[in-house]
């Protein structure tokens, strides 16, 4: 049972470099999320889908595209990495807007 | 738009102490509100929830009630112990969205 699997686990990019962050879930869940967690910020949103075929920004969206490939899959892409986008990454994904969050391991993300 | 405000950690405290977190929220409608705990390494896993006005979340002794007329969410525990020492994450729900307070660091001394 591999519940939210993110890929990869670290990466280290150069500035102006671009990059997609990959994201699947095997839980039939409905919404799927992107965060970014930097010290003393807690998690912020950055992009969420409620479900297939929709997308909505979240808190810090500038910089950040999303992909609802299909009900499993849900990606991020940073089509111009900057320095100030150096940060550890969640993907998240629940069934309905009441049930708990199940997370992925997290990348850690390196922008020189 | 939403957004969670936490009292800002760390907080430290002696075992059997008593603990209180406090959260408050802004929210264009009736969000459902949540408690997140992060334990050192690990990721966040959800502690307690409460979907409505007066609801009282509780799990592993912790405790919160949603309180409307205040917009908040305060966390409580009766007596912490050295195993509580984590960070921990408010969070409200609504339309889809899932939004998180920035933690507050709790560190319980033997």
């Known amino acids: 049972n591999a519940g939210v699997t993110q890929t990869p686990k670290f990466q280290v990019l150069k500035t102006g470099q671009s990059m997609t962050l990959q994201c699947a879930q095997d839980?039939?869940?409905?919404?799927m999320y992107w965060y970014r967690q930097d010290p003393g910020m807690g998690l912020r949103l950055i992009y969420y889908?409620?479900?297939?075929?929709?997308?909505d920004k979240g808190e810090v969206p500038n910089g950040y595209n999303v992909s609802r490939l299909n009900k499993r899959e849900f990606s991020l892409r940073l089509e111009s990495a900057a320095p100030s986008q150096t940060s550890v990454y969640f993907c998240a994904s629940r069934r309905t807007v009441n049930e708990k969050l199940f997370f992925g391991s997290g990348t850690q993300l390196s922008v020189l | 738009g939403d957004s969670v405000t936490q009292m800002e950690g760390p907080v430290t405290l002696s075992e059997e102490a008593f603990l209180t977190i406090n959260c408050t929220y802004t929210?264009?409608?009736?969000?459902?509100l949540f408690w997140y705990v992060q334990y050192p390494g690990e990721g966040l896993q959800l502690l307690l929830k409460?979907?409505?006005?007066?609801d009282k979340g509780s799990n592993k002794g912790f405790e919160a009630t949603y309180r409307k007329e205040t917009t908040s969410f305060h966390l409580e525990k009766g007596s912490v112990q050295v195993s509580d020492s984590a960070v921990y994450f408010c969070a409200l729900s609504e339309t889809g969205k899932l939004i998180f307070g920035q933690g507050t660091e709790l560190s319980v001394k033997p």
């Open positions: 889908s409620a479900s297939e075929g929709t997308t």
């Open positions: 929210a264009t409608g009736y969000p459902s």
């Open positions: 409460a979907t409505k006005a007066d």
């Open positions: 839980m039939n869940h409905n919404s």
